[in-house]
């Protein structure tokens, strides 16, 4: 057994390079000593936005994680790290896209419709494919959050709205 040291025990988790938060986190799913909703501020800090660097950084690391820990860290991210988060996984799988787009909205949220946008466009970001066959996962699904059907369909206009301008104008930037 590899005996712990000082600074894992008494250094705070912002002092900690990325890749020690990272095995913080990481050690915190296995042992199972927080609930997801205590872990969320600690996703927060480990994404805390430093500008493309910080993307391809968090990138290499989550490399190195096992899907279920990936998945484990999605549930436990607030829906405002998600968009974030899921653009840094390598290889998303229909299980993380799903985990992704069924986020609950906070209830104080003025603006849902943007959050859940940026979610979707994340996940679509990755692969449209990727998108269509989670939200048909989730369509089929007993437990769907009561605003995804309307929220996809929105998105999905948006979509092809956004196919439709760049046909007409080829050199706009959307």
Known sequence: ??????????????ARSPEMQLRWLESAFRKGVLAPHEITP?????????GEANVARVRGLLHLLSGGLIEKLLEAAD??????????????TVVQAVI???K???????????VI???FQAVYDCSEELLARAAAKVAGSADKPAHFQ?????????KEDEKLLSALYPKAIL
């Open 100 to 102: 992704a787009i069924t």
């Open 150 to 158: 309307e929220a996809y369909e929105r998105f999905k206009e948006i």
């Open 79 to 92: 829906i405002y790290d998600v968009p974030d988060l899921f653009r840094c996984i390598a290889e998303p």
């Open 42 to 50: 600690y996703i927060k800090l480990f994404m805390a936005p430093d």
């Open 104 to 114: 609950t909205i906070p209830p104080y949220e003025k603006t849902p419709q943007l």
């Open 1 to 14: 057994m590899e005996k712990r040291k000082w600074y894992e025990k008494y250094l705070p988790f912002v």
């Open 117 to 119: 946008d940026k979610v």
